[in-house]
T-cell receptor
Protein backbone atom coordinates (compact mmCIF):
# COMPACT_ATOMS: atom_id res chain seq x y z
CA UNK A 1 0.00 0.00 0.00
CA UNK A 2 0.85 3.66 -0.11
CA UNK A 3 3.35 5.11 2.37
CA UNK A 4 3.87 8.86 2.78
CA UNK A 5 6.95 10.28 4.48
CA UNK A 6 6.95 13.92 5.61
CA UNK A 7 9.86 16.15 6.69
CA UNK A 8 10.67 17.99 8.83
CA UNK A 9 8.54 17.07 11.84
CA UNK A 10 9.01 20.56 13.31
CA UNK A 11 9.92 23.84 11.64
CA UNK A 12 10.50 27.23 13.24
CA UNK A 13 10.79 30.39 11.15
CA UNK A 14 10.75 34.12 11.67
CA UNK A 15 7.78 36.11 10.44
CA UNK A 16 8.30 37.03 6.81
CA UNK A 17 10.58 34.09 6.04
CA UNK A 18 9.61 31.23 3.74
CA UNK A 19 8.80 27.71 4.92
CA UNK A 20 9.14 24.50 2.92
CA UNK A 21 7.73 21.10 3.87
CA UNK A 22 8.58 18.02 1.81
CA UNK A 23 6.83 14.69 1.31
CA UNK A 24 7.68 11.52 -0.55
CA UNK A 25 5.29 8.75 -1.52
CA UNK A 26 5.79 5.12 -2.48
CA UNK A 27 2.89 4.23 -4.79
CA UNK A 28 3.67 5.33 -8.35
CA UNK A 29 -0.05 5.07 -9.16
CA UNK A 30 -0.91 7.90 -6.74
CA UNK A 31 -2.06 10.96 -8.61
CA UNK A 32 -3.76 13.21 -6.07
CA UNK A 33 -1.76 15.15 -3.45
CA UNK A 34 -3.52 17.48 -0.99
CA UNK A 35 -2.15 19.52 1.90
CA UNK A 36 -4.11 20.08 5.11
CA UNK A 37 -3.66 22.60 7.93
CA UNK A 38 -4.72 21.71 11.46
CA UNK A 39 -5.05 24.37 14.12
CA UNK A 40 -5.02 23.44 17.78
CA UNK A 41 -8.10 21.50 18.88
CA UNK A 42 -9.67 21.48 15.42
CA UNK A 43 -9.99 19.15 12.49
CA UNK A 44 -7.66 19.55 9.48
CA UNK A 45 -8.69 21.81 6.60
CA UNK A 46 -7.62 21.58 2.98
CA UNK A 47 -5.36 24.44 1.95
CA UNK A 48 -4.18 23.35 -1.49
CA UNK A 49 -4.06 20.24 -3.65
CA UNK A 50 -2.41 19.12 -6.86
CA UNK A 51 -3.06 16.39 -9.37
CA UNK A 52 -0.41 14.48 -11.27
CA UNK A 53 -0.99 16.24 -14.57
CA UNK A 54 0.25 19.51 -13.03
CA UNK A 55 3.77 20.29 -11.82
CA UNK A 56 3.02 23.36 -9.72
CA UNK A 57 0.03 25.17 -8.29
CA UNK A 58 -0.13 28.49 -6.45
CA UNK A 59 -2.71 30.19 -4.27
CA UNK A 60 -1.57 33.53 -2.90
CA UNK A 61 1.25 32.82 -0.42
CA UNK A 62 1.16 29.05 -0.72
CA UNK A 63 2.33 26.83 -3.53
CA UNK A 64 2.76 23.13 -4.09
CA UNK A 65 5.22 21.46 -6.45
CA UNK A 66 5.15 17.87 -7.64
CA UNK A 67 7.91 15.72 -9.10
CA UNK A 68 6.30 12.46 -10.24
CA UNK A 69 9.56 10.95 -11.40
CA UNK A 70 11.14 11.33 -7.99
CA UNK A 71 7.80 10.72 -6.20
CA UNK A 72 7.96 13.79 -4.04
CA UNK A 73 5.93 16.93 -3.53
CA UNK A 74 6.48 20.04 -1.46
CA UNK A 75 4.52 22.84 0.20
CA UNK A 76 5.97 26.34 0.03
CA UNK A 77 4.68 29.17 2.22
CA UNK A 78 6.11 32.62 1.52
CA UNK A 79 6.00 35.71 3.74
CA UNK A 80 4.97 33.63 6.74
CA UNK A 81 2.75 35.15 9.41
CA UNK A 82 2.06 34.09 13.01
CA UNK A 83 -1.36 32.78 11.97
CA UNK A 84 0.40 30.26 9.72
CA UNK A 85 1.50 28.46 12.89
CA UNK A 86 -0.21 25.06 12.83
CA UNK A 87 0.34 21.41 12.00
CA UNK A 88 0.53 20.69 8.27
CA UNK A 89 -0.18 17.29 6.73
CA UNK A 90 0.53 16.05 3.26
CA UNK A 91 -1.44 13.15 1.80
CA UNK A 92 -1.66 10.98 -1.31
CA UNK A 93 -4.19 8.78 -3.03
CA UNK A 94 -4.61 7.00 -6.35
CA UNK A 95 -7.65 9.00 -7.29
CA UNK A 96 -9.26 12.06 -5.82
CA UNK A 97 -12.13 9.98 -4.49
CA UNK A 98 -10.21 7.20 -2.75
CA UNK A 99 -9.00 7.04 0.82
CA UNK A 100 -6.15 9.43 1.62
CA UNK A 101 -2.93 8.26 3.24
CA UNK A 102 -1.42 11.01 5.37
CA UNK A 103 2.12 11.89 6.36
CA UNK A 104 2.96 12.27 10.05
CA UNK A 105 2.67 16.04 10.04
CA UNK A 106 4.91 19.08 10.43
CA UNK A 107 4.46 21.52 13.30
CA UNK A 108 5.22 24.99 11.93
CA UNK A 109 5.93 27.80 14.37
CA UNK A 110 6.17 31.36 13.07
CA UNK A 111 7.58 33.83 15.55
CA UNK A 112 7.14 37.58 15.27
CA UNK B 1 -24.82 25.48 8.48
CA UNK B 2 -23.56 22.47 6.59
CA UNK B 3 -20.82 20.45 8.12
CA UNK B 4 -19.73 17.45 10.12
CA UNK B 5 -20.63 17.06 13.77
CA UNK B 6 -18.74 14.75 16.07
CA UNK B 7 -19.85 13.94 19.58
CA UNK B 8 -18.91 13.81 22.31
CA UNK B 9 -15.92 16.14 22.15
CA UNK B 10 -14.37 14.51 25.23
CA UNK B 11 -15.04 11.01 26.49
CA UNK B 12 -13.66 8.98 29.35
CA UNK B 13 -13.93 5.24 29.48
CA UNK B 14 -12.93 2.53 31.88
CA UNK B 15 -10.89 -0.36 30.59
CA UNK B 16 -13.04 -3.17 29.26
CA UNK B 17 -15.90 -0.92 28.15
CA UNK B 18 -17.06 -0.36 24.60
CA UNK B 19 -17.72 3.22 23.55
CA UNK B 20 -19.39 4.67 20.46
CA UNK B 21 -18.36 7.94 18.83
CA UNK B 22 -20.97 9.74 16.77
CA UNK B 23 -20.39 11.35 13.37
CA UNK B 24 -23.17 13.12 11.49
CA UNK B 25 -22.94 15.13 8.26
CA UNK B 26 -25.50 17.26 6.46
CA UNK B 27 -23.38 17.82 3.35
CA UNK B 28 -25.09 15.04 1.39
CA UNK B 29 -21.70 13.36 0.95
CA UNK B 30 -21.48 9.73 -0.10
CA UNK B 31 -18.12 8.85 1.44
CA UNK B 32 -17.23 8.99 5.13
CA UNK B 33 -14.01 8.18 6.97
CA UNK B 34 -12.65 7.64 10.45
CA UNK B 35 -9.06 8.55 11.28
CA UNK B 36 -7.11 8.20 14.49
CA UNK B 37 -4.56 10.85 15.45
CA UNK B 38 -1.75 10.23 17.91
CA UNK B 39 1.12 12.65 18.65
CA UNK B 40 3.84 12.25 16.04
CA UNK B 41 1.85 9.60 14.13
CA UNK B 42 -0.22 11.71 11.79
CA UNK B 43 -3.67 10.55 10.73
CA UNK B 44 -4.19 6.83 10.38
CA UNK B 45 -7.22 5.41 8.60
CA UNK B 46 -9.47 3.16 10.68
CA UNK B 47 -12.52 2.55 8.46
CA UNK B 48 -14.19 4.18 5.50
CA UNK B 49 -17.49 3.93 3.68
CA UNK B 50 -18.10 4.92 0.07
CA UNK B 51 -21.84 4.27 0.17
CA UNK B 52 -24.64 3.36 2.54
CA UNK B 53 -24.53 -0.22 3.88
CA UNK B 54 -20.94 -0.70 2.75
CA UNK B 55 -17.62 -0.04 4.49
CA UNK B 56 -13.98 -1.14 4.27
CA UNK B 57 -11.19 -1.58 6.77
CA UNK B 58 -8.38 0.91 6.81
CA UNK B 59 -4.84 0.40 8.07
CA UNK B 60 -5.68 0.06 11.79
CA UNK B 61 -9.19 -1.47 11.95
CA UNK B 62 -8.48 -4.03 14.67
CA UNK B 63 -10.51 -3.35 17.80
CA UNK B 64 -12.93 -1.00 16.03
CA UNK B 65 -16.31 -1.45 14.34
CA UNK B 66 -18.55 0.81 12.25
CA UNK B 67 -21.95 0.88 10.62
CA UNK B 68 -23.41 2.92 7.75
CA UNK B 69 -27.16 2.51 7.91
CA UNK B 70 -27.86 6.09 6.84
CA UNK B 71 -26.01 8.39 4.47
CA UNK B 72 -25.72 11.07 7.15
CA UNK B 73 -24.30 8.91 9.92
CA UNK B 74 -21.13 6.85 10.39
CA UNK B 75 -20.67 5.89 14.07
CA UNK B 76 -17.44 4.32 15.30
CA UNK B 77 -17.37 1.83 18.18
CA UNK B 78 -14.13 1.43 20.07
CA UNK B 79 -14.31 -2.04 21.56
CA UNK B 80 -12.56 -3.50 24.56
CA UNK B 81 -10.36 -5.40 22.10
CA UNK B 82 -8.59 -2.17 21.11
CA UNK B 83 -5.39 -2.35 23.15
CA UNK B 84 -4.50 1.33 23.16
CA UNK B 85 -7.70 3.33 22.59
CA UNK B 86 -6.65 6.66 24.11
CA UNK B 87 -6.42 9.01 21.12
CA UNK B 88 -7.99 11.84 19.14
CA UNK B 89 -10.54 10.53 16.63
CA UNK B 90 -11.45 12.44 13.48
CA UNK B 91 -14.40 11.82 11.19
CA UNK B 92 -14.44 13.15 7.64
CA UNK B 93 -16.64 13.10 4.56
CA UNK B 94 -16.15 13.60 0.86
CA UNK B 95 -18.62 14.58 -1.84
CA UNK B 96 -17.89 12.26 -4.71
CA UNK B 97 -15.40 10.06 -6.53
CA UNK B 98 -13.77 12.95 -8.36
CA UNK B 99 -14.00 15.37 -5.48
CA UNK B 100 -10.75 15.40 -3.58
CA UNK B 101 -11.46 17.52 -0.52
CA UNK B 102 -12.10 15.82 2.80
CA UNK B 103 -14.21 17.79 5.25
CA UNK B 104 -13.30 17.00 8.85
CA UNK B 105 -15.23 17.27 12.06
CA UNK B 106 -13.65 18.83 15.13
CA UNK B 107 -12.75 15.48 16.63
CA UNK B 108 -13.46 13.42 19.72
CA UNK B 109 -10.82 12.87 22.37
CA UNK B 110 -11.12 9.50 24.07
CA UNK B 111 -9.28 8.79 27.29
CA UNK B 112 -9.22 5.36 28.87
CA UNK B 113 -8.85 5.49 32.63
Amino acid sequence: GENVEQHPSTLSVQEGDSAVIKCTYSDSASNYFPWYKQELGKGPQLIIDIRSNVGEKKDQRIAVTLNKTAKHFSLHITETQPEDSAVYFCAASREAGTALIFGKGTTLSVSS
Amino acid sequence: DGGITQSPKYLFRKEGQNVTLSCEQNLNHDAMYWYRQDPGQGLRLIYYSQIVNDFQKGDIAEGYSVSREKKESFPLTVTSAQKNPTAFYLCASRGGLNTGELFFGEGSRLTVL
